[in-house]
C-alpha cells in the first residue's frame, strides 16, 4: 500500500502523471512533493511538502483500513487555485482517481457479483442503440451523442440503462457501491478495467442479487470540509 500509489500513478491518473519516491510528476514538473510515509491507526500518514498544485508546505494524505474499509483522506490540504476553482475542478478529478486507486487495491475477484454474460450485454446494447436512434430520429451524430449522455446519466443514478433494467444486468463499482459520474464517464470512455467497474447480473423488475450490496465500502474516499482551506 505504501508505494503502490505511486507506483501505478500512470494507471489510475489516465497515464497524466508519473509516480517517483514520494512524488506526482506531469512530466518533468513535480504536481505533488510528499514527505516520508509515516506508519499510522492501520495505514501510512504523508506530508504535504508542496509541488504545483500546492501554494505550501502543509497538510497530509492518509491511505489505510479503517472498520474493515479502505480509505482515503487529505487533511489540512493548502490548494494552490482559489478556493471556488479548487472544488469545482481539482477535487472531482482528486476523488475520481483515489477512489481508482483504492478499487485497483482491492482488485477484480472476488467480483462483486455473478459477472453478466455476453448475451445479457448484447441485449442491453442492442436496446439502448434502438432508442436512441429513435429518439435520435435516425440521425447518426445525435444518436451517438445521446447514447453517450444517457449511458453517464443512468449508470451515474442507478448503474442501469433501460437495456440493462430488460437484461437483468447493472454496472458497479469493484466493491459492489454504486458508480460515480466520473467512473461512469471513464468506463465509457476507456472501459471496465480502468474505471474500476463491472457489469453484473442484477435481476429484472426489482428483483436484486448480492451484486447490489455493498462489499465494505472499499474505495469510498472522505474529503474532509477544510481541505480546501488555506492557512
Given at each position: 500500500m505504501r508505494d503502490l500509489f505511486f507506483a501505478g500513478a500512470r494507471e489510475w491518473s489516465f497515464g497524466l502523471l508519473n509516480g517517483e519516491r514520494w512524488r506526482l510528476k506531469a512530466g518533468p514538473a513535480t504536481v505533488l512533493r510528499f514527505g516520508?510515509?509515516?506508519?499510522?491507526?492501520?495505514?501510512?500518514?504523508?506530508?504535504?511538502?508542496?509541488?504545483?498544485?500546492?501554494?505550501?508546505?502543509?497538510?497530509?494524505?492518509?491511505?489505510?483500513?479503517?472498520?474493515?474499509?479502505?480509505?482515503?483522506?487529505?487533511?489540512?490540504?493548502?490548494?494552490?487555485?482559489?478556493?471556488?476553482?479548487?472544488?469545482?475542478?481539482?477535487?472531482?478529478?482528486?476523488?475520481?482517481t483515489t477512489r481508482l486507486f483504492l478499487l485497483r487495491l482491492r482488485g477484480r475477484s472476488p467480483a462483486p457479483g455473478p459477472l453478466a454474460d455476453a448475451g445479457r450485454r448484447e441485449l442491453a446494447l442492442a436496446v439502448d442503440?434502438?432508442?436512441?436512434?429513435?429518439?435520435?430520429?435516425?440521425?447518426?451524430?445525435?444518436?451517438?451523442?445521446?447514447?453517450?449522455?444517457?449511458?453517464?446519466?443512468?449508470?451515474?443514478?442507478?448503474?442501469?440503462?433501460?437495456?440493462?433494467?430488460?437484461?437483468?444486468?447493472?454496472?458497479?463499482?469493484?466493491?459492489?457501491?454504486?458508480?460515480?459520474?466520473?467512473?461512469?464517464?471513464?468506463?465509457?470512455?476507456?472501459?471496465?478495467?480502468?474505471?474500476?467497474?463491472?457489469?453484473v447480473e442484477a435481476g429484472i423488475g426489482g428483483l436484486h442479487s448480492p451484486a447490489d450490496a455493498a462489499l465494505g465500502g472499499l474505495g469510498r474516499v472522505r474529503s474532509p470540509a477544510n481541505a480546501a482551506s488555506r492557512r
Open positions: 516520508e510515509p509515516e506508519p499510522e491507526a492501520g495505514g501510512w500518514r504523508w506530508s504535504i511538502e508542496g509541488g504545483l498544485l500546492a501554494s505550501g508546505r502543509g497538510g497530509s494524505l492518509w491511505i489505510g483500513w479503517s472498520q474493515g474499509r479502505l480509505l482515503a483522506r487529505v487533511e489540512g490540504y493548502r490548494p494552490r487555485l482559489p478556493a471556488p476553482a479548487f472544488e469545482v475542478f481539482q477535487v472531482p478529478v482528486h476523488h475520481l442503440a434502438g432508442l436512441c436512434a429513435l429518439a435520435a430520429r435516425g440521425r447518426l451524430g445525435r444518436a451517438l451523442l445521446l447514447a453517450a449522455a444517457c449511458h453517464v446519466v443512468f449508470w451515474s443514478i442507478g448503474g442501469r440503462t433501460p437495456g440493462a433494467r430488460l437484461a437483468g444486468i447493472k454496472l458497479v463499482a469493484l466493491d459492489g457501491s454504486g458508480v460515480t459520474p466520473g467512473q461512469a464517464l471513464a468506463r465509457l470512455l476507456v472501459g471496465e478495467e480502468a474505471s474500476g467497474t463491472a457489469l
